[in-house]
């Protein structure tokens, strides 16, 4: 009741900040961005749109990769008529497709540009149950392993970057609230709903399963970075509840009377990118990795959502997944495996 309260009233946290700080207030003391060189993903609309507006603002260079590359170029023009001298950078990406992924990284590398901050915002609430080209279904595929993929092809060019400019590499992943509504087995469900059995389909759990993966991923890469002593962090958002063009498959009557109801608890896009913005510039975050953040403050994750054990053992899955195909994971030999892996790990984290 308490935590609702300040959130309704936007009462400031620990960092300063709070549920009605704008994404512009929380970069105004940061230090210049012009040294940055940022990757964005899903900046044509919404939290994206007004993350890459105030990076550019600034100062920090942006390359946008974009599925829509109108939509992308329309998202450049809005950018450069308020800040013309902004150094913006299309480039087409499908994160639903791993080989869109690995060209997208080919390109951005045949640029010989720095990376010092990657921002993972982009997102799909599928109401129809489909699958990628990879066998993987859709809101997953986007959501999720797209990204894995995206930051396991790029982490060499941050840790280089990070060791050459002597500025620490951050990486954003932009998660929701919403995934604490997910339980059960996690590589059992997302098995189900890729292999088109429409019956256990639900857009909703299938959401909250790519968020879960978010987090859970934000917390293995962080070990990982921490094991290899890069200057690179890691952490994950949520933004807050906002009307975006995520909710677009959902458009009609039925949502305009469940975001009418709820427009008290409803984040603008401008507070709703302030989390993402914070946590990728502020200065008091150094050196801050493996964390969850809400209304630009730290956060704490569910059970699940802290279980070392499931964070490996997804990193085992979505490695065979992005190197063999969904065919391999979904295999009852591998299925079996990662189930010996996950029980076989929980045994030495007890002794």
């Not at 308020?82 to 639903?96: C, F, H, K, T, Y």
């Not at 400019?165 to 890729?194: A, H, P, T």
């Not at 890691?234 to 995520?246: A, Q």
């Amino acid at each position: 009741m308490l935590e609702t309260l300040r959130y309704l009233v936007g009462s400031a946290g620990a960092s300063g900040y709070g549920s009605k700080s704008t994404a512009e207030q929380v970069t105004e003391n940061c230090c210049d961005l012009h040294s940055i060189t940022a990757i964005i993903t899903g900046a044509t609309s919404g939290i994206g749109a007004e993350t890459a507006r105030v990076l550019a603002k600034r100062g920090a260079r942006l390359v946008l990769p974009a599925r829509n590359l109108k939509a992308a170029e329309d998202a450049r023009a809005r950018i450069l008529s308020e800040n013309p001298d902004a150094d913006i950078i299309v480039m087409g990406l499908d994160l639903s497709s791993l080989n869109s992924v690995r060209n997208f990284v080919s390109e951005f590398e045949s640029l010989n540009l720095p990376l010092n901050l990657l921002i993972n915002n982009a997102g799909k609430f599928a109401l129809e149950p489909a699958v990628s080209e990879d066998g993987i279904e859709m809101t997953f595929a986007t959501n999720y392993l797209g990204h894995f993929l995206l930051t396991k092809l790029l982490l060499k060019k941050m840790i280089e970057t990070a060791k050459t400019s002597g500025l620490q590499g951050r990486i954003v992943n932009v998660s929701s609230s919403i995934y604490k509504w997910f339980s059960g087995d996690m590589i059992r469900y997302l098995c189900e709903i890729s292999r088109n059995k429409l019956r256990d389909f639900d857009p909703t759990r299938a959401y909250a399963l790519s968020k879960l993966a978010i987090v859970l991923h934000t917390k293995e890469v962080a070990q990982r970075l921490k094991q290899m002593e890069a200057n690179v962090t890691v952490n994950c958002v949520h933004p807050g509840v906002v009307r975006t063009r995520l909710t677009r498959e959902r458009e009609g009557m039925v949502t305009d009377v469940v975001f009418f109801l709820t427009s008290k608890l409803l984040k603008t896009i401008p507070q709703a990118a302030a989390t993402t913005c914070y946590v990728a510039t502020h200065p008091a975050l150094v050196n801050a990795t493996g964390k969850y953040f809400s209304d630009c403050n730290e956060a704490s994750t569910s059970k699940l959502g802290s279980n070392s054990t499931e964070a490996a053992r997804l990193w085992t899955a979505s490695e065979i997944m992005v190197s063999r195909g969904s065919k391999a994971v979904f295999d009852p030999l591998t299925s079996a495996i990662l189930d010996y892996d996950r029980k076989s790990n929980s045994k030495k984290r007890k002794e």
